[in-house]
């Protein structure tokens, strides 16, 4: 509503200004960015790729991070995303109903579960939190790899799915596992449309590092999403976020900047981020961010919390220039809670292996690895790829991440 004509005729004019005075040349500290910032509207996602992939990542994050109520769930958009669990029923028998949006926000809703790539691995390490004042319990999982002396470090995770990816797996069937097989195999195969995006989050279980929501330090009070959810106290620690303006998706990963819940990041990859950081490059030091982000999060109106996420970095090719693997993942949520070793964490060439066999074997079979570089081939032609989406894994029946009716 803020955005009218009339601005954005005039931050064009200031384009088009600076491109005749020469003002163009630094862009990360002139007004000439904010400027062309503005000219969008910051809550609605790009729909196709800006001038770089960290820019268009932040643009897909910030608008997904908009402010829905200040003081209540759903705090921000994605909140209002549908959770993987709902897309994928336990008894494809009974059909799909996906609730509505008020019962996805609705708190009793606002279900965590275990990281099924860490259970994958090792199901002991599944764990209840204990919900409280009558709440429902949350499942959980121990991360598998947690920092020196936070063997009880317990990560609650949720998959969110933007409206065209649900439509999509609606629509194509592809929510049961013998809908994705012909959908999988057929000549146009699993395809999902431009505007899709996926959001994984991670949160740490506050009080399995000793701490309580009523009493928090100060370092946890600021710059970082805190919510009680069910009772307890919860810290977003990790966002992973897939969008599919590009043919193979652009991989995206953020975390705070925050020394106790996040104490590894950018330690082992080290971070980098075109757009938004100052310096571009570092190995775990705090960095400010530069003014045409701030200029894009003032304008999208984020919480103040948000300020302090970093980008770790943006993956968008299997390999870099000189052919080798390129890599990416995020302190908590592939190390920590999953186990895998950063320098085997390549987003983008792990989830190329999402496939499906016509006699309905999931593609996790053959994730016997950390995957990096060029795709693996498939077995044999039996199997068919799934547009790098593992949520497809959920499907009923035979899902190997859930158990069905
Ligand atoms: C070693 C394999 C592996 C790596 C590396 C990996 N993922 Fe995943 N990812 C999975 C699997 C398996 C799932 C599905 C199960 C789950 O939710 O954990 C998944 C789920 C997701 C989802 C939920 C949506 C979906 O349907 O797939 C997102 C978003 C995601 N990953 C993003 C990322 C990003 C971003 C990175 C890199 C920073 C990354 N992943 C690295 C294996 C991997």
Redesign the pocket.
Known sequence: MRRIPQMVIFSGILIFAGLFTGVGGSRSTTGQASASSKALNPCAPPNHMLSSPDKTAWGLLIAATCPVNNNQYPYVTWENWIE?NQMYPPDPDNGLTIPSSLAVANGTTHALHG???ALLKSASLATTVKGLLGAADQDCNIAADPPNGESTLVIC?E?RENGATQDYIAGDGLWNRSGQIPAAASESGIEFPGPAI???VDWIELASLGYDCNNLPSSLQTGIHIETINGNCYALAGI???SKLLNNWI???WEPQNSITNPNRCQVLGCSDDFGSNPLRTHGANTNLTPQLIALMDSANLAPEWRNYRLDGV?VRFVDADGKPTL???SIT?AENAG?PLKQ???IS??AVSSIENDSTDG?TL?NS?PVGKPQLLPSRAWSRRDF?????EACPGSP?QNCD
């Open positions: 993987q990281s099924p790539l995770e998959v996926e959001l994984k992973g976020l897939m991989w995206a990963t993956q990416l993942g995020n592939e895998i964490s390549s987003c792990c989830h996790i994730l950390n989406v593992w949520s497809l894994s991440f």
